[in-house]
């Protein structure tokens, strides 16, 4: 074994030590753990979170939106063509109109999507009472969100009147365009689509809106993480290419959010680990304090002083890198089981913490990323490093001539 880490070692865990310094030593590794695992455990349930609510998303939304795609008859053979290009793609012209609904007293604004094909049968969602197959089937007929339907207060069978920002000129004068359509179907996404989520088909939507065109063609893919090739793809063929979006840029506030919230937590809880990290030069500093007569000692059997730095460097390591080996396995512990400690405190005391009724998601998901893990193990050995630098120094200046000079005197 290296001298320097044989010295290295005797100062983290020798007994020889003061109860003071070497409670003050437990405490700096106790506090790099705690931060350590608290960082892990909370970046773990917002990648969870954020996981949880874009599959809710993609399950509802296009991936891949196609604009100005021309004729209807056009539309339909890019369709076709992308569904044989694509393995497992669905794709349908489609028609999409901001609106307002109207119930008997209540009235909500909605994004009414209106599809040739029942494309709604690729969208993943869960339907809550009605048969989406039968916007299909009959004519003016709706399908809504569950928010949506509970905000008008209407359910299956019910009317609701929807209205377009467009005026159609009467012998009374100009009136907003408006017809009535029947709630055919109530669906859920788990997710902020349910409060605006409004689909009917194509023909009942083309009447309504008076469109010659389709918007454009709409693709869901069997894997959405693919979309952005699949974009390039098509913007190499258009000669446009705001023509082509992917479901990333049309939430891109969203996700744009949920990465700021990720960056700001993490800033705030790594004030934890600098905190721990810094409280290493305390123990540190008293440790070069309580054993400047061994470091005289061992000057004058001939270690340099670059070595008796390196010796408190590897000290200072030591207890930084036990914090961080057991807030690690702690971290990973709590993440990879938290949905089992919450169900059996929710068991134990009769809570529940994350009511459904009232949270999209009745739980907190995890998901641990290895990448996050290795910053995070990588920041706070760093700031340790840096932390126990100066008492390191400083007991590589201690000089055994006025030592000595201090001891006679």
């Known amino acids: 074994m290296p001298v320097e880490l044989d010295i290295a070692r005797r100062l983290s865990f020798s007994k020889a030590q003061r109860s003071f310094t070497r409670w003050v030593a437990v405490l700096s590794a106790t506090g790099m753990a705690v931060g350590v695992a608290s960082l892990i455990v909370v970046l773990s349930v917002m990648n969870g979170l954020a996981g949880e609510l874009t599959g809710r998303l993609l399950n509802a939304v296009p991936h891949v939106s196609i604009m100005s795609t021309g004729s209807l008859v056009e539309s339909r053979a890019l369709s076709k063509r992308l569904q044989a290009d694509w393995a497992g793609a669905r794709a349908s012209p489609f028609l999409r109109r901001q609106v307002m609904l109207r119930s008997l007293f209540v009235s909500a604004g909605a994004e009414l999507s209106g599809y040739e094909a029942d494309q709604s049968s690729g969208a993943n969602v869960t339907v809550v009472d009605g048969d989406l197959a039968a916007l299909f089937t009959e004519r003016y007929g709706v399908a809504l969100g569950d928010s949506l339907a509970q905000q008008l207060g209407v359910g299956v069978g019910d009317p609701v009147d929807v209205v377009l920002p467009e005026l159609s000129v009467t012998p009374l004068g100009a009136v907003p365009r408006y017809r009535r359509l029947k709630v055919l179907a109530v669906v859920s996404v788990g997710a902020s689509p349910d409060s605006t989520l409004a689909w009917t088909s194509y023909e009942t939507l083309q009447k309504l809106a008076r469109a010659r065109l389709p918007d454009g063609v709409q693709i869901r893919l069997a894997d959405p993480n693919t ?183």
């Open 227 to 409: 979309a952005g090739i699949v974009a390039a793809s098509l913007i190499a063929q258009f000669s446009e290419p705001s023509q082509v979006t992917t479901w990333a840029d049309t939430h891109q506030s969203l996700f744009a959010a949920i990465r700021m919230e990720k960056i700001l937590v993490s800033i705030l809880l790594s004030a934890l680990i600098a905190v721990a990290a810094f409280s290493v030069v305390s123990s540190l500093t008293m440790s070069v304090s309580e054993k400047r007569s061994d470091i005289v000692a061992l000057r004058v059997m001939g270690l340099t002083p670059r070595r008796v730095m390196i010796s408190f460097l590897l000290h200072g390591l030591m207890l930084a890198i036990l914090g961080v080996v057991v807030g690690t396995v702690l971290g990973l512990g709590i993440a990879m089981n938290l949905e089992g400690v919450m169900s059996s405190i929710e068991t134990l005391f009769g809570w529940s913490l994350f009511d459904p009724e009232v949270y999209y998601i009745g739980g907190l998901p995890t998901k641990i990323m290895m990448t996050d893990v290795f910053i995070i193990i990588s920041g706070a050995v760093l700031l340790s490093i840096a932390a126990a630098t100066y008492p390191a120094f400083r007991a590589s200046r201690v000089s055994p001539v006025r030592a000595l000079e201090g001891l006679q005197a």
